[in-house]
């Protein structure tokens, strides 16, 4: 596995943003995560699905930086911080009786649940919390991210008709129904436990979303508001939320 480079060098790498952030976020035992340093991918190894070989090959690698997951303590301190930001007196106190003892992240996002501008707002501190910390670790581990290459897709030949829309809606449709059902199928099969897990990732893949529309719509009203100002400053000479992860590198 690669060790960082030498001290006052900086390697460069087009860093996958999105898998990183799962990486980092996700700290069950079973996980291991491991960034490529030179494409930026992030490979994820989950105990008893994976080869049991898989970590030997990757140890050996020399292209492979594993990635430690933040930490349940740090991720506690960011519900801390949270807190006082939060302006309703009632649930501010309901948040603080939540993260007392264990269970404290289940209770904390379950008081959420019934507040959707302020658990919007904790989605988009906590996705900006967590892009610091993985800031830090790369810097720490000399490592400057750079953006990811764009794919160029090929035209398609001139003489192939353009697909409609009502056939690329069919497509998706019939695509959702097979994995629906695909799903249905793996579900029948497991058992209660790995059911909580699975309960537990889609309910991550969700906030992830919700965090996502909310930074969008924050910075659609910051742009919003800096015009405005703007066509007032020209006039006459006068004059929601915290903000989520950073585009993509």
């Known amino acids: 596995m690669s060790d960082s480079p030498t001290d006052g060098e900086s390697r460069e790498v087009p860093v996958d943003w999105e898998a990183l952030e799962d990486a980092f976020e996700n700290n069950a035992p079973e996980v291991h995560s491991y960034l490529h ?17 898989m970590h030997a090959r990757i140890a050996s690698d020399t292209s492979y930086m594993r990635v430690d997951p933040v930490s349940s303590r740090e991720q506690y301190r960011w519900m801390e911080r949270f807190i006082p ?55 720490t581990h000399h490592l400057s991210p750079v953006p990811r290459p764009v794919v160029a897709v090929p035209a398609p030949p001139t003489d192939t008709p ?7 809606s069919g497509r998706r449709g019939r695509s959702a129904d097979t994995l629906r059902k695909q799903l249905k199928e793996l579900v029948d099969l497991l058992g209660t436990r790995d059911l909580e897990k699975v309960l537990a ?48 590198g």
């Open 37 to 53: 340093i030179d494409t930026g991918e992030v490979l994820r190894v989950v105990d008893g699905i994976a080869d049991p070989e």
């Open 85 to 139: 930001m939060v302006e309703d007196p009632e649930l501010s106190e309901k948040l603080t009786r939540a993260i007392d003892g264990k269970g404290a992240f289940r209770r904390f996002k379950d008081v959420l649940m019934a507040y959707g501008p302020e658990r919007e707002r904790w989605f988009a501190f906590r996705s900006e919390r967590l892009r610091v910390f993985m800031e830090a670790w790369l810097a």
């Open 162 to 168: 353009p697909i409609s829309q009502e056939q690329l």
């Open 201 to 248: 990732f889609t309910e991550f893949v969700k906030a992830r979303r919700a965090a996502r529309g909310f930074s969008s719509r924050s910075e659609a009203s910051k742009d919003e508001v800096d015009t405005s100002e703007t066509e007032s400053a020209d006039s006459d000479d006068t004059s929601p939320s915290s903000s989520q992860r950073a585009n993509r």
